[in-house]
C-alpha cells in the first residue's frame, strides 16, 4: 500500500483498527513478543489514573470505564484498546480504567509493544489511529454539550445501546450496569435531574419504567429530531 493512499480516514480505520493491531500483535513472524489472555473481574482497577502502568490490554468482551478525577470520561468494550495512549515507558495514565463487568482481555507489555510497532514499517499508524478515535469520541461528547439535557441523555442513552445492548422489536435495552448513577456522572448532570428527566421520559413513552435502562427507539428519535442524532 501507497503512503499516499493511508492518507485516507476509512483506509486508516480499515487497516489499522485494533483487530488488525491484535493480529500483528500475535503474529510470531518477524518480531515475537509475549502475550496472555486474562480474565478482569468486575470492579478490579486496570489502569491507576497519574501512575506508571506496565501493560497494555485490547478488550475480548465486556465493559470497562475510563475515568477522570472521579468523572467518567469514555466506556470501552469488545474491541477496544486500554494504555496505548500512554504507552511510553515512563509514561503515566491518564485515566483510572476500572472493569465494570467481567472482562477478557489479551494482555500485552507496552514496551514490547511499542518496539513492535516502531519495527513495522507502517507502525505509526496504529499509535496514530488510538489517537484519532479518542479525539473522535472527545469532540462527539463535546457537540452534544451544546445540547439541552433530554437531548444530550436520549443520544448517550441510544448511543451506548447501539454499542453494548441489545435491540428487539424497536425497544433498546441497555446492559444493567448502566444505572441512572453512573450515567449522570458520564453526562455531567446531578443524580436528581437526571431522575427527574428519566420519570418525564417515561411518562412520554420514551423511556420503560424500570432497571435496565430500555428506550422506545422510535419514539426517541422523534423526540431528538433527526438532524441532531449521533445514532
Known amino acids: 500500500m501507497s503512503y499516499v493512499a493511508l492518507f485516507d480516514k476509512d483506509i486508516i480505520s480499515e487497516q ?5 493491531l491484535l493480529d500483528l500483535l500475535l503474529d ?6 509475549e502475550s496472555s489472555e486474562v480474565r478482569i473481574t468486575k470492579k478490579s482497577i486496570i489502569l491507576r489514573e497519574n501512575e506508571v502502568h506496565d501493560y497494555m490490554y485490547i478488550l475480548k ?24 495512549n500512554n504507552i511510553l515507558a515512563n509514561e503515566q495514565s491518564t485515566l483510572t480504567v476500572t472493569a465494570l463487568t467481567d472482562v477478557n482481555a489479551w494482555k500485552f507489555s507496552k514496551e514490547e509493544v511499542l518496539k513492535k510497532l516502531m519495527n513495522t514499517q507502517e507502525g505509526i499508524f496504529y499509535l496514530y489511529n488510538d489517537v484519532r478515535l479518542a479525539n473522535k469520541d472527545l469532540l462527539n461528547k463535546n457537540v452534544l454539550e451544546m445540547e439541552d439535557t433530554e437531548i444530550r441523555l436520549l443520544c448517550s442513552l441510544l448511543q451506548l445501546g447501539k454499542l ?10 441497555l446492559p444493567k450496569i448502566f444505572t441512572k448513577k453512573i450515567i449522570s456522572n458520564y453526562l455531567n448532570i446531578t443524580e436528581t435531574t437526571m431522575y427527574i428527566i428519566c420519570k418525564q421520559l417515561v411518562d412520554a413513552g420514551v423511556l420503560i419504567s424500570g432497571q435496565p435502562i430500555c428506550i422506545n427507539k422510535n419514539v426517541a428519535m422523534d423526540r431528538i429530531g433527526m438532524e441532531r442524532l449521533l445514532y
Do not use: P, Q
Request: aromatic share 12%; proline share 0%; net charge positive.
Open 164 to 173: 453494548y445492548g441489545s435491540e428487539n422489536r424497536n425497544i433498546v435495552k
Open 28 to 33: 510470531e513472524g518477524n518480531y515475537r513478543i
Open 61 to 84: 468482551s465486556g465493559i470497562c470505564g475510563a475515568w477522570k478525577d472521579k468523572h467518567i470520561t469514555i466506556f470501552l468494550g469488545g474491541h477496544d484498546i486500554i494504555g496505548m
Open 16 to 20: 489499522f483498527g485494533s483487530e488488525k
